[in-house]
């Protein structure tokens, strides 16, 4: 179809159909002469009078006028929808999408199996959750074997070109797979979601033509459609970004449902715009999921014996209901000392200090922690709730990105590396017992070796238990790729990359082995990787404790015995430490509610397992 020599996208062309829509249902009272006769839609014009059916020649020219004449123009039309008058439709209703160039049964997964490959952050797990909760109602089965799959879905990152390369990379294996698939077999359709598919949507269809289905991280509810029209050997693509889209009304389904920790998407999108980051123009605006839809997904996990919730977001204390009457205020944000942000500040609004309160009073014996934040959120409020809440882990990440004032800037982060140490002695001074993690960039834009070791003394004085480092990859759409120069050679961010993370490990592992001889409250995982006789989980400060598979230790909460399984607590008592992990042997089993009263019985386990009683000896989380 062309309107003004231009093709119309699928998403435009049913846009403009539900608009036509709109209009015949205006028109319907009275105009009964526009409701089609058949199946088949006549089209007709003053210069081709001869498309005007019998029927309505037979009822005269004069009358087919005079209704014309009669009835509303295009103007009543657009006046009503300005002025609100009854019998206009509402535009900005959702109206329910049809598609009337598919067949109504098209859309339905008839038992096609659909496989997930996911890379990149938690926010991509949450998302193949949703896009498969999405797909399962339609009738599509999950498989993990690849080899049976009819529709393979790769749910991506933008974030660094490492990431994207490893897309590429996998997207190649794929496409020599569909082109072995025997004849008599459903063709295979591979499908690219989430950020890289919005990013490099021309090269993925355009140049390389490996791929079937682009669907970018707003437009996961249109899967079903997306994968009808490829069904017909054509490419199908929705990456259009959202101001609303928050899946509140999708509950997702988890791939692994017999794990005992979730990911709950809070919110989407991102405002603060730092120069290096491509999350603003891959995922979109900032848009907070309603607290009543939280909270019910939350209570369905509870009941389905999650003990750890992880609520998720680009900016996640950023967040903001207002879709409620009564969370609207004038009330202006409060961040922290120091800080600021490039937007212009919102007032009013349901915060994360309350949505962090409801969800803790939810499950006592659930975990609840939450990621990734922005330091410049961190009002009071929170961290003295972190502080009351036994269930909310004592851990804060705390992205710093670099250790420089005058790096920080050039990234648009809002902030000093002053105000920064700062607010580290802020969040150490509410809870005490805090455990910290960070984000690091190697080599930004301009970054000088004196940068650098700024960096590295950051690293050293703020001591983080965990960390995530990465050379700086430069991406298009940012500000940094308009307006800064990536100069720092490739083989100098290693370089500096390399040294970073050999000073956090020498710092984590001073603080890990500060920890021998204490007795951490380990949620347990399952097996661990490199021993099956070893189980592996991760305490309050989320650092990975591994442990033998004892088959009795003592049930602190019943005062009996009973195997060790994934989803139970254990109170471990911490015998060896590397800047990764923490080692030690399983002293009983509890509850989160239950630790605070453990010490006890945790005396008795330790005596009987010939271990050195320390006074100190208490559970993390009390």
């Excluded at 659909?114 to 089965?141: H, P, R």
């Excluded at 490996?210 to 069904?231: F, I, N, T």
């Excluded at 988890?254 to 998407?265: C, I, K, N, T, Y």
Aim: net charge positive; with cysteine; glycine share 6%.
């Amino acid at each position: 179809m062309m309107i003004t020599g231009r093709v119309l996208g699928c998403c435009e062309l049913c846009k403009r159909m539900n608009l036509l829509k709109h209009v015949r249902k205006l028109l319907r009272p009275s105009e009964r002469w526009l409701q089609p006769h058949s199946s088949r839609y006549s089209y007709c014009s003053v210069s081709s009078s001869h498309a005007v059916s019998n029927e309505h020649r037979k009822t005269g020219g004069s009358g087919f006028s005079s209704k014309l004449a009669a009835g509303p123009s295009f103007r009543d039309f657009v006046k009503n929808v300005a002025t609100g008058e009854k019998g206009a439709p509402d535009l900005q209703e959702e109206v329910e999408e049809t598609h009337p160039y598919l067949p109504e049964d098209s859309q339905i997964g008839t038992g096609r199996k659909v496989y997930f490959e996911t890379y990149g952050c938690q926010m991509n797990v949450n998302d193949t959750e949703i896009a498969w909760s999405i797909l399962q109602k339609k009738g599509y089965l999950r498989t993990s074997d690849l080899a049976q799959a009819d529709v393979i879905l790769l749910v991506t990152c933008s974030v660094r070109e490492k990431a994207e390369q490893t897309i590429w990379n996998r997207l190649q294996q794929l496409t020599a797979l569909k082109r072995r698939r025997p004849r008599s077999q459903t063709p295979l359709k591979i499908g690219i979601l989430g950020c890289m598919a919005e990013r490099l949507k021309k090269q993925l269809l355009e140049r390389e033509k490996l791929v079937d289905v682009l669907a970018g991280p707003d437009a996961y509810r249109d899967l079903p459609r997306l994968l009808s029209v490829s069904e017909s050997g054509q490419q199908a693509i929705n990456v259009l970004l959202s101001l609303e889209e928050t899946y509140a009304d999708v509950m997702p389904v988890q791939l692994h449902p017999q794990g005992r920790a979730a990911f709950v998407s809070i919110m989407r999108g991102c405002d603060n715009m730092c120069s290096y980051c491509i999350v603003p123009f891959t995922r979109g605006r900032e848009r907070s999921r309603p607290l009543a839809s939280i909270l019910q997904e939350v209570r369905m996990l509870s009941d389905q014996g999650v003990k750890e919730v992880t609520l998720l977001g680009q900016n996640v204390n950023s967040y903001r209901d207002t879709s409620e009457v009564q969370f609207c205020s004038s009330e202006p944000t409060h961040m922290s000392r120091g800080f600021s942000s490039l937007y212009k500040d919102r007032k009013g609004g349901l915060r994360f200090s309350e949505l962090l309160e409801r969800v803790s009073r939810i499950d006592p014996d659930m975990r609840v922690r939450f990621t990734s934040p922005h330091p410049k959120d961190f009002p009071d409020e929170v961290l003295q709730l972190i502080q009351e809440r036994h269930n909310i882990c004592k851990q804060i990440h705390l992205p710093a990105q670099s250790g420089s004032t005058r790096i920080l800037q050039a990234m648009r982060r809002g902030y000093t590396r002053e105000a920064y140490l700062e607010l580290v002695d802020h969040i150490r001074s509410v809870i005490p017992e805090v455990s910290l993690s960070s984000d690091f960039i190697a080599g930004f834009c301009g970054e000088t070796e004196e940068d650098h070791l700024q960096t590295v003394s950051l690293l050293r004085e703020v001591r983080y238990n965990v960390g995530f480092l990465f050379a700086y990859s430069m991406r298009k759409k940012t500000h940094a790729y308009h307006r800064l120069q990536d100069d720092v050679p490739g083989e100098v961010k290693q370089r500096r990359l390399e040294e970073l993370i050999r000073v956090f490990r020498e710092e984590a592992a001073s603080l890990n082995l500060g920890l021998v001889g204490s007795t951490q409250l380990v949620l347990v995982e399952g097996v661990s990787k490199r021993s099956a006789a070893e189980l592996s989980g991760r305490n309050d400060g989320n650092v990975k404790v591994i442990f033998p598979n004892l088959e009795d230790p003592t049930d602190c909460a019943s005062g009996g015995t009973a195997g060790i399984k994934p989803g139970d607590y254990v109170q471990v008592k911490v015998t060896s430490a590397s800047s990764q992990s923490l080692r030690g042997v399983p002293l009983s089993l509890t509850t989160l509610k239950a630790a605070s009263g453990c010490t006890l019985a945790l005396a008795v386990s330790e005596y009987l397992a010939g271990l050195p009683v320390k006074a100190t000896s208490v559970p993390i989380s009390t």
